[in-house]
């Protein structure tokens, strides 16, 4: 079985703090993802990576950035969180172009 | 114009009964398409996909693929108020990049 993990379900954060969310698949799978979701909105990606070292901007990069320095990894980093950050947030994995796995999610809440 | 468009609903079946979801996309160069299924407060759970024009038949579930009018649907049969949440469907162009709709919102009456 694909096993994508992340690595809180819950976090609570402050305003203004540095917020790390790590992802980790076991597939070997080129491809990883970050998404978050919101109620009304619907999936919306915020960056994406298909190697080791790369990634490129989704729809929603501003106030993110991500690190990918194991193919097996990839890490999504909120600088400095705001309010408007406070949403579900979803790793997903895939190989090349076939179906995208999920992790649980980590339900982040910045007050 | 949005890449993938789906009916919100929300979208009421009775149980046994067959639930259809529909999803329009619209670049014709999309080549693989997914139904995911969302229960509430969980993550999407791949379900089927679907590569080539036609029906594709997995135990209650069956997804049609259109490419020509840029439809794809899923059918559910004999449906079962455990099936009740919110259907993704999902849509890869030519990259690595996945496009979602907003989701369908299912719910079985027993």
Redesign the interface.
Known sequence: DVKVTQSSRYLVKRTGEKVFLECVQDMDHE?M?WYRQDP????R?IY?S?DVKMK?K?DIPEGYSVSREKKERFSLILESASTNQTSMY?CAS?L??????????TRLTVL | QKEVEQNSGPLSVPEGAIASLNCTYSDRGSQSFFWYRQYSGKSPELIMSIYSNGDKEDGRFTAQLNKASQYVSLLIRDSQPSDSATYLCAVNKAGNQFYFGTGTSLTVIP
Request: net charge neutral; no cysteine; hydrophobic share 35%.
């Open positions: 491809n993802f009304g909105l619907g999936l990606l994406f298909y490129e989704g979803l895939s090349r172009r076939n179906e995208q796995f999920f992790g649980p999610g």
